[in-house]
DNA sequence: ATTATCTATAGATCTATAGATAATGC
DNA sequence: ATTATCTATAGATCTATAGATAATGC
């Protein structure tokens, strides 16, 4: 019989019922997240892992083929998070003309909350065999198009002034990058910032950035 | 006899010429900096380190006391390299109004040459033992100390608006992750921006940034 | 004699699997 | 009978060191 890939993920596994594939895997990465941001990807044993899951290194390997499979789990499992709290955070703007600011709030927030998360995906995405790689680094690129989107609109709806494509886009990746700085440099930040603090002082600076592109 | 420590660094050594000591560990950082940027911190072994160093495993150990210490003396190095790079730069700047404009662009082409250092920074930092972390964080602060004076300069000559200091350091922070993002996201980047249109752009943003702060 | 280097390996992992056992459903 | 799980371990590392050897300087 052949292997059966479960239907959520292109990892194969030996188990059949694919709910329970599905129930295990959520156990491993939940598990090997808390493990892997604590200690990082190569310092945690795969033992560990299952034994945080909650059932034995036997039981692990029937449900991923190897460690790397389960760093991809975690790392797929963090931009679905990710993608959600900013999909969220979109939805809670009021709209009108201080979308921006709003949406700047929202996904600040989101890079707060998910610091540890945001962190170990550049750590440890270098570990991942090259076809993975080059997913991780596409969910990136989707969550900032969530960006590139509301920046169009507002350009669109004249409440920003109109720019290119590609300077839109770079706008989009700085913002998505000032908010991962809360997270890399938070050893810096934090000594003088609240993030409310640090939310508006960026605020202010984007909105330059952008008001100048005349 | 007690070990004795090299001249620059704190990691002890069995061996007693310091030329020597300094010579070799120029060689290790060297051949480990190359190994670490190709494979990582922990798939390089102590061995292929030793080897592509000239020397035997058994040699290696006399210059260092374990595998961290190389990470260390990579890492050390590579801000010295950076912060070196930054340093010229700052002298090629001919001063005026433009400083500014040149200081950033100057930088940032040290981030582009050095793409691959700053990048293994963000990556294995982590893999450091605490005290040793705290430096390499304290160094990094170091090169952005450099922009804050070149900005407090600007200000203080009345070519920038005035602005607080915790506002002028954190717009140094950004100009520094902006460097960075070129480094991380060249994956993206590099398809739409060579690295002077980059450095144009980025510009631009920077100085509206700024400018809109009155 | 002292210093530097090398070879050989102890000792300690760690990943992944084979084969045995338990649980489930016909 | 089939599916899921566990135990025990093969096999493959890898770091760090002990002890032997070579080179240098008195």
Redesign the interface.
Same mark, same amino acid.
């Given at each position: 019989m052949h292997e059966q890939p479960s239907r959520t993920h292109d990892i194969p596994t030996q188990v059949k019922n694919p709910d329970l594939v599905d129930r295990r895997r959520r156990q491993i990465v939940e598990a090997a997240a808390k493990l892997f941001i604590a200690q990082?990807f190569?310092k945690t044993t795969t033992r560990q892992i299952a034994r945080a899951a909650g059932f034995s290194i036997g039981s692990l390997y029937e449900y991923v083929t190897s460690k790397e499979d389960v760093l991809y789990l975690v790392c797929e499992f963090i931009h679905t998070e990710v993608a959600r709290g900013v999909a969220g955070a979109m939805q809670r703007t009021t709209g009108g003309k201080e979308v921006l600011v709003e949406v700047i709030r929202e996904y600040f927030l989101v890079c707060h909350r998910m610091s540890d998360f945001i962190l170990l995906i550049? +750590?440890?995405t270098?570990?991942l065999p090259g076809v993975w790689r080059k997913r991780v680094?596409e969910n990136e690129?989707r969550i900032t198009g969530v960006l590139v989107e509301v920046l169009a609109g507002l350009v669109a709806s004249g409440d920003l002034p109109s720019m290119n494509n590609?300077?839109l886009?770079?706008?989009a990746?700085?913002i998505s990058?000032?908010g991962h700085?809360w997270t890399?440099?938070r050893?810096?930040?934090a000594r003088?910032?609240s993030i409310d603090d640090y939310i508006r002082?960026?605020t202010?600076?984007?909105?330059?950035?952008?008001?100048? +592109?005349v």
């Open positions: 990082g190569h550049y +750590q440890e270098r570990s680094l690129l590609e300077k886009e770079l706008v990746h700085n990058v000032l700085m890399f440099r050893w810096y930040l003088h910032y002082v960026q202010d600076f984007i909105i330059g950035m952008i008001a100048r +592109q």
